[in-house]
């Protein structure tokens, strides 16, 4: 298996943890899974970045 699917498989369950915890904070009304759902998030987001090259 190629690192680029290694990483698309890792930010897809990184990215559906995010979204759980997003839904479990708001229909609990709770804030702290939330800000954790996003922290999912934010790091899906710097994991599938592409490097820059230079």
Known sequence: MST???KQIAGLI???L????V????V?????????????FVTTWAFLA???KG
């Open 50 to 52: 592409p490097e820059e």
């Open 18 to 21: 995010g979204v759980a915890m």
């Open 23 to 26: 839904v479990i904070g708001l």
């Open 28 to 40: 609990g009304g709770l804030v702290p899974p939330v800000l954790t759902g996003v922290g999912f």
């Open 14 to 16: 990184l990215a559906t």
């Open 4 to 6: 680029a699917k290694r």
